[in-house]
C-alpha cells in the first residue's frame, strides 16, 4: 500500500504505508497528513510529513477514528474515550462521555476543525443515532433518530457547520444550535459513506460505486460530472 499525494490535478509524490492490517482514517489539513493502521489489536498513528512516515502506537481497542485539525491537532476517538495530540505525541486517554456519562459504543466517523471543536457520530444506545460534540472540554450529545446499523459518513467545515450523509442517501446539517430532519439527498445501494465540506455550503459525497454528488446549499444535491 502507498499513500499518493495529489496537487494541482495529477500525482505528484508517494508515501509507503507500513505493513499493517489496512490504512484508514486519512486526515490532511495541510500537507502533513495522518492515518491509521492496525495490528495485534493496537491502533498506530501514522504522520507522513514530505518522504518520511513516524509511526506512533497508540491504544489497544477494536474500534477507533481518527481526524486532525491541523498539522499539530489530532484527536483519536476509540470505545474506551479519546486521546488528543500532534500525532507523534498524544495526551492519556481520556473517558469519551456526555454531560450524563454515557459513552459512544458504536463509532461511525469523527471530524475535527479546530483544537476546541470535534464532532463524532455513532451510537449510544438503544436504536438510535447520536451527534457527540467537543467543545474543548466536555462532550454534548444530539439525537439523530433512529438506525444506530445505518452506517454515516461525517465532515465539519467550522464548529457551527456539519454534515452527515448515511448509507440509505439521506442527510442531516448541524447549523450552529440544533440538526436539520433528515432528507434524502439521492437513491442509492452504494451508500453515501465517503464525504468532504470545504466551507459551510460546499460539499461532496460519494459511494461505493464511485457516483458523486454535489451541495452548495439548499436542499439538494446535483450529480458531479
Known amino acids: 500500500e502507498a499513500l499518493l499525494r495529489w496537487q494541482n490535478g495529477a500525482v505528484t509524490s508517494s508515501v509507503a504505508v507500513p505493513n499493517r492490517s489496512g490504512a484508514s482514517e486519512l486526515s490532511c489539513p495541510t500537507s502533513t497528513c495522518h492515518f491509521l493502521?492496525?495490528?495485534?489489536?493496537?491502533?498506530?498513528?501514522?504522520?507522513?510529513?514530505?518522504?518520511?512516515?513516524?509511526?506512533?502506537r497508540l491504544a489497544?481497542?477494536?474500534?477507533?477514528?481518527?481526524?486532525?485539525?491541523t498539522s499539530t491537532f489530532c484527536m483519536f476517538l476509540g470505545s474506551d474515550g479519546f486521546r488528543t495530540g500532534s500525532g507523534t505525541s498524544w495526551s492519556a486517554r481520556k473517558p469519551a462521555e456526555d454531560v450524563i456519562g454515557r459513552n459512544l459504543f458504536s463509532l461511525m466517523d469523527l471530524s475535527c476543525s479546530s483544537s476546541t471543536s470535534c464532532t463524532s457520530v455513532g451510537a449510544l444506545g438503544g436504536h438510535d443515532a447520536d451527534a457527540m460534540r467537543w467543545d474543548g472540554r466536555q462532550w454534548r450529545t444530539y439525537d439523530l433518530g433512529a438506525g444506530m446499523n445505518t452506517q454515516r459518513a461525517l465532515d465539519c467545515a467550522a464548529w457551527t457547520s456539519c454534515m452527515v450523509v448515511d448509507s440509505r442517501g439521506r442527510f442531516t446539517r448541524w447549523t450552529g444550535s440544533s440538526w436539520t430532519s433528515r432528507t434524502t439527498l439521492a437513491n442509492s445501494t452504494?451508500?453515501?459513506l465517503a464525504l468532504d465540506c470545504t466551507t459551510s455550503t460546499s460539499?461532496?459525497?460519494s459511494d461505493m460505486f464511485?457516483?458523486?454528488?454535489?451541495?452548495?446549499?439548499?436542499?439538494?444535491?446535483?450529480?458531479?460530472s
Do not use: I, K, P
Request: charged fraction near 10%; include cysteine; hydrophobic fraction near 30%.
Open 37 to 56: 493502521t492496525q495490528s495485534g489489536g493496537a491502533f498506530y498513528v501514522h504522520r507522513a510529513s514530505g518522504s518520511s512516515v513516524t509511526t506512533t
Open 60 to 69: 489497544t481497542d477494536f474500534q477507533g477514528e481518527l481526524s486532525c485539525a
Open 190 to 192: 452504494g451508500g453515501f
Open 203 to 205: 460539499c461532496l459525497a
Open 210 to 224: 464511485g457516483n458523486v454528488l454535489t451541495w452548495t446549499g439548499g436542499s439538494t444535491w446535483g450529480r458531479s
